[in-house]
């Protein structure tokens, strides 16, 4: 199972207006984008990749929401569509312990980023000052690590290095984080075709 | 100057509600993925791309509106962002020849599909059937068509024959348009840091 974990420093923990995304939901629109960006292909969903938005925003963080491609529904493109199955996981809150399905495929838990880290097997870490992620060794089914528009703290660093993450860069330039991860999932199409 | 011609079928051709992109704007969240896959890098525009949408939905089409990277001004990453500077231009209506500009950056004309593409010089259809993007030749300032949801017309690919457009292909697997501007502007960035 391939995964995405963006970090999602100031996206808010509690329902949230779909008109104003940047704005009052703290830059929600990063990860409905992130969220389309890990599961749609253009004929279908990849059903192969897990998503995970941490939330770190007022109240109440964290708060972890899971998008599986394999189990989700309702689900459109449109940032508006991801936002809501977010919103719908938010009203009906994160149980005490493990995680509750609140639509088909959504996902929602008190995990923090150390927690959702530790659960994954080999991590992947995007970040600038990495190897050239065209030419490093990877099965497909890692799990690839984003920020949002800020930084990983050095404590969420510290997290990726006791894990013993692997660094990639995607080049010179810096992207925004769904486009990170429409970059990830082509250059792993790509090698599939090479099989 | 690098282009993305986007051929958005359903588009509506009226202001319309930004709460409702993917109904009854027709699509307008494609196009506006679009713009943002087309222009945004992490920190700022890329400045030497030029985003064209032709518009082809009721009630008066074609329209069409232009985003250039160096000049567009209110501009953010979010769906709803892109898509009120498209309304704003279609509250101000396509002169009857010529462009023009509703606010800084963003043109809206007249001009049909057949217009745009004979005013590009080197044009490349992203299109299953091409050869493989990245084996092509490429300069970086090729102009790049692609279709929304549905596949261009018979009639606007053979608009793409008679101007000797060059066929491409991303891969085996079929993604949104916006995605594919992404792995495009991606690839190109990878060749500059080659030179």
Known sequence: MRSFVVVAHKAVTTPFSLNDLPGGAGRMDIVARCVNASLFLSHGMRRDVDFYAILLGEPNPPVTIRFNGERVRYLSPDERSAASLIKKALERGAPSSGEDESTPGVYISKRSFEDVINGLDDVIYLHEDGEDFRNIELKGDEAF???DHQNLTPEEESVLEKKGARKA???KRLYHADHCIVIVNH????????K
């Open 145 to 147: 690590v984003l920020s």
């Open 169 to 171: 860069s995607l080049g």
């Open 187 to 194: 250059e792993l199409d790509m090698r599939e075709k090479l």
